[in-house]
């Protein structure tokens, strides 16, 4: 079957939730999507966000992926976490499971997968040799973050929204002023956890905090 026609069959498939079957001109970019790994895509385009944000000059990042059992990454795990990754590189571009891994590629952004089939438990987590990282799980059906920067939060946070939502990282001695903020606008607050050093707030729209880090989902 032609390249072009993969192609479109891929397209066809995503939108209408199938799974994702195959591999476009050597790439297994978005194999085997099935309904339950989706959460999974959410979570890493998640966190390739905002690690992105994290480390803007990066061009390179590591996923470490801990599922008990799993000795192979599934190929979308690099595919995802490069779509969120480049949100942040490449403006006024639409990314999907098909095109982020080659675009990365062609601009000199190396991701490395590991797996950790010993783990206790599930997650994912991506990092840089900056030492900044960001881990997620899934809740449920939703992806959640865990650690930010070693600092791991008490409780999930949420980090799906149907109009996208705004994350917002305040260190703990500053943070009454968020309190603040939420007390008054419960409406607008999606999910509120915090860490030893940071509280996390994901809002509906953009807020005006002092933040040490915001980052648009």
């Not at 498939?13 to 970019?29: C, E, I, P, Y």
């Not at 595919?79 to 080659?102: D, E, Y």
């Not at 946070?157 to 002023?177: D, I, M, P």
Request: aromatic share 6%; with cysteine.
């Amino acid at each position: 079957m032609k390249v072009a026609e993969e192609v479109a069959q891929a397209f066809v498939a995503l939108s209408n939730g199938r799974a994702l079957l195959g591999a476009v001109n050597g790439h297994a970019a978005a194999q085997a999507i099935a309904p339950a790994s989706q959460p999974w895509v959410k979570l890493c385009i998640a966190l390739g966000k905002l690690l992105s944000q994290l480390t803007p000059d990066a061009k390179e990042f590591n996923v470490s992926l801990s599922v008990p059992g799993q000795e192979k990454p599934p190929s979308f795990i690099e595919a995802a976490s490069s779509i969120g990754f480049l949100s942040n590189h490449v403006k006024n571009h639409t990314f999907n499971l098909i095109n982020a891994p080659l675009t990365a590629k062609q601009m000199g952004v190396q991701v490395k997968v590991q797996v950790n089939p010993f783990s206790s438990g599930a997650g994912i987590s991506l990092f840089t040799e900056s030492n900044k990282n960001v881990t997620g799980v899934v809740c449920g059906e939703e992806p959640a973050l865990t650690e930010f920067c070693g600092d791991r939060l008490a409780q999930p946070l949420s980090l799906t929204h149907q109009t996208g939502g705004h994350l917002y990282a305040v260190k703990r001695e500053n943070a009454a002023q968020l309190w603040t903020w939420v007390a008054s606008n419960a409406d607008k607050v999606i999910a509120v956890s915090s860490g030893k050093q940071h509280v996390f707030l994901l809002a509906s729209e953009q807020v005006q905090l002092d933040a040490v880090f915001n980052c648009a989902l």
